[in-house]
């Protein structure tokens, strides 16, 4: 199975800051990969696709970019609505995985 | 609007069997994959497996091989997912999620989510 993991698990910043969240696969996994956010009691929320093209509807200073084993999703400026847990999926190959969550607090 | 739609809160005791469902609105069942995921309580995600509401056929994660079933009704637009043998570590948020059209070459990440469906598992 990929090994996904994530750097950092939580991180805390101010508004306005920039924020970056790693994201690495245990082997290549070409640019198949996913981000989502997900807020308490909330269903995962889609925000980057094929690692970093951007979903519909999602504010654009959230970005990815990365191929390969190495990934990032950075907030160029971070809101107080963007405090979540935010998780990196890699679609490469089945199983598919989750890393393990970042958690942003502000 | 695409929607899923999944069914209440289950409790259950160990060993025994819970099948869950999910209703798809909004476009046809059949044209997209999909995803079940879980998350244990305060803990990350959990991919689960992944069907084809086409063709009926269906790929689980190693850990759940044995226990778990997914299926399909297309006449009513619900797949389902069956989970056997149930032990205290199986207490869950279970969400369905669509996938990537079941015609296109590659997989992409989920993009609807189902709100989600609590099993409690206890004696």
């Known amino acids: 199975d990929i090994q996904m993991t994530q750097s950092p698990s939580s991180l805390s910043a101010s508004v306005g800051d920039r924020v970056t969240i790693t994201c690495r696969a245990s082997?290549?996994?070409?640019?198949?990969l996913g981000w989502y956010q997900q807020k308490p009691g909330k269903a995962p929320k889609r925000l980057i696709y094929a690692a970093s093209s951007l979903q519909s509807g999602v504010p654009s200073r959230f970005s990815g970019s990365g191929s390969g084993t190495e990934f990032t999703l950075t907030i160029s400026s971070l809101q107080p609505e963007d405090v979540a847990t935010y998780y990196c999926l890699q679609h490469n190959n089945h199983p598919f995985t989750f890393g393990p969550g970042t958690k942003v607090d502000v | 609007q695409v929607q899923l739609v999944q069914s209440g809160a289950e409790v259950k005791k160990p060993g025994a069997s819970v099948k869950l469902s999910c209703k798809a609105s909004?476009?046809?069942?059949?044209?997209?994959?999909i995803h079940w995921v879980r998350q244990a309580p305060g803990q990350g995600l959990e991919w689960l497996g992944i069907?084809?509401?086409?063709?009926?056929?269906?790929r689980y994660a190693q850990k759940l091989q044995g226990r778990v079933t997914m299926t399909r009704d297309t006449s009513t637009s619900t797949v389902y997912m069956e989970l056997s043998s149930l032990r205290s570590e199986d207490t869950a948020i279970y969400y369905c999620?669509?996938?990537?059209?079941?015609?296109?070459?590659?997989?992409?990440?989920?993009?609807?989510w189902g709100q989600g469906t609590l099993v409690t598992v206890s004696s």
């Open positions: 082997q290549d996994i070409r640019n198949e």
């Open positions: 999620a669509r996938g990537v059209e079941v015609a296109a070459v590659r997989h992409s990440p989920p993009d609807y």
């Open positions: 069907i084809n509401p086409s063709a009926g056929s269906t």
């Open positions: 909004g476009y046809t069942l059949s044209i997209y994959y």
